[in-house]
């Protein structure tokens, strides 16, 4: 048995300017953390022929081509299997379509896994760009590239976006002590709803193409405020750091109509009034997880609570997509 796992992750700052419609004009910078939240990925053979799928639905088929989940298909294909018998089963610490890019990290695990069941090998970054080109290039999924980078490398990672395609990472150059602070003060809260980012990204994906003004005006600001972002976690300034946190949530809400909802407009005002210094939803908007840094994390905490919105508490993950079991 091969059991593989990818860690989850957190965007903190330049989220957007990781999708080829940006970056192959103007270049693409984000920061993103992963944390210790997974997903796993189970590989064995059994005994029959067959190819044995275990997700939220459960597969059973002859050949790649009539697998239904388009990634599961697309990373089989990559394995050129003559006579199929391998069965495979995901399991997840957080729901899929909550903003902290499962996706991305099913993917990278899905693959790891395969190539260690059948004793091949594959570098990160080669990792991390196989799982972009099935997502963006296969399945023509209108997201970027940040999730499936960040589970493959984990830590807390800046990348830039060449106009190529070419994807530089850089671990942040954090001290202990600014570590520390942000395991302290960065709190994730669940809002319970749930919503798909490619739809989302999609309006992104037009306007970008099309070269709206607004938009890529919009992306451009991002962008800065995502270096601003390293610059101020670099030199220890958290406090700088969640203020940039809420002028990017507050730029990313213009972007499209469905970034934000009444809920967690009313729930973002409650806690920026109650310790939090600013903050955003993770991922495309929409639903998912909001992410604060805090003053007062107590005061933050009760806040939240008082409105049944479930913290998550996390640490970082430093060791990225990984088999855990062979």
């Given at each position: 048995?091969?059991?593989?796992?990818?860690?989850?992750?957190?965007s903190?700052?330049?989220?957007?300017?990781?999708?080829?419609s940006y970056?192959?004009?103007?270049?693409?910078?984000?920061?993103?953390?992963?944390?210790?939240?997974?997903?796993?990925?189970?590989?064995?053979?059994?005994?029959?022929?067959?190819?044995?799928?275990?997700?939220?639905?459960?597969?059973?088929?002859?050949?790649?081509?009539?697998?239904?989940?388009?990634?599961?298909?697309?990373?089989?294909?990559?394995?050129?299997?003559?006579?199929?018998q391998?069965e495979?089963?995901?399991?997840?610490?957080?729901?899929?379509?909550?903003?902290?890019?499962?996706?991305?990290?099913?993917?990278?695990?899905?693959?790891?896994?395969?190539?260690?069941?059948?004793?091949?090998?594959?570098?990160?970054?080669?990792?991390?760009e196989?799982?972009?080109?099935?997502?963006?290039?296969?399945?023509?999924?209108?997201?970027?590239?940040?999730?499936?980078?960040?589970?493959?490398?984990?830590?807390?990672?800046?990348?830039?976006?060449?106009?190529?395609?070419?994807?530089?990472?850089?671990?942040?150059?954090?001290?202990?002590?600014t570590?520390?602070?942000?395991?302290?003060?960065l709190?994730?809260?669940?809002t319970?709803?749930s919503?798909?980012?490619?739809?989302?990204?999609?309006?992104?994906?037009?306007?970008?193409?099309?070269r709206?003004?607004?938009?890529?005006?919009?992306?451009?600001?991002?962008?800065?405020?995502?270096?601003?972002?390293?610059?101020?976690?670099?030199?220890?300034n958290?406090?700088?750091?969640?203020?940039?946190?809420?002028?990017?949530?507050?730029?990313?809400?213009?972007?499209?109509?469905?970034?934000?909802?009444?809920?967690?407009?009313e729930?973002?005002?409650?806690?920026?009034?109650?310790?939090a210094?600013?903050?955003?939803?993770?991922?495309?908007?929409?639903?998912?997880?909001?992410?604060?840094?805090?003053?007062?994390?107590?005061r933050l905490?009760?806040?939240?609570?008082?409105?049944?919105?479930?913290?998550?508490?996390?640490?970082?993950?430093?060791?990225?997509?990984?088999?855990?079991?062979?």
């Open positions: 048995m091969i059991i593989a796992r990818s860690p989850l992750r957190i903190l700052g330049g989220g957007g300017t990781d999708v080829p970056y192959e004009q103007h270049e693409g910078f984000l920061l993103a953390a992963a944390i210790n939240k997974y997903v796993y990925v189970t590989v064995i053979r059994p005994f029959v022929e067959g190819i044995y799928l275990k997700y939220s639905e459960i597969e059973r088929v002859s050949v790649v081509d009539e697998v239904r989940h388009p990634i599961f298909r697309e990373s089989l294909k990559e394995l050129n299997l003559k006579t199929p391998i495979i089963t995901t399991l997840a610490d957080i729901p899929s379509g909550t903003g902290l890019g499962s996706s991305g990290s099913f993917t990278t695990a899905l693959l790891k896994g395969l190539f260690a069941h059948y004793k091949k090998s594959i570098h990160t970054k080669e990792l991390a196989l799982a972009s080109d099935i997502e963006i290039n296969r399945l023509h999924e209108p997201i970027g590239k940040q999730d499936q980078f960040i589970s493959a490398f984990g830590g807390i990672t800046e990348f830039t976006f060449r106009k190529d395609g070419e994807v530089e990472t850089h671990p942040l150059k954090l001290s202990v002590d570590l520390h602070d942000l395991e302290d003060n709190l994730l809260f669940y319970g709803l919503r798909s980012a490619s739809a989302i990204l999609k309006d992104q994906v037009v306007k970008s193409t099309l709206d003004r607004e938009m890529l005006n919009s992306l451009h600001l991002t962008k800065q405020l995502g270096i601003q972002s390293k610059e101020a976690l670099v030199t220890g958290t406090i700088l750091f969640g203020q940039l946190m809420d002028e990017h949530w507050q730029r990313k809400k213009s972007r499209s109509k469905g970034m934000t909802n009444d809920f967690i407009d729930a973002y005002e409650a806690a920026l009034n109650n310790g210094v600013g903050g955003k939803v993770v991922g495309a908007g929409g639903g998912g997880f909001l992410m604060f840094y805090a003053s007062d994390r107590e905490r009760e806040t939240m609570k008082k409105r049944n919105i479930e913290e998550v508490r996390f640490a970082f993950d430093f060791e990225g997509t990984k088999v855990i079991l062979s």
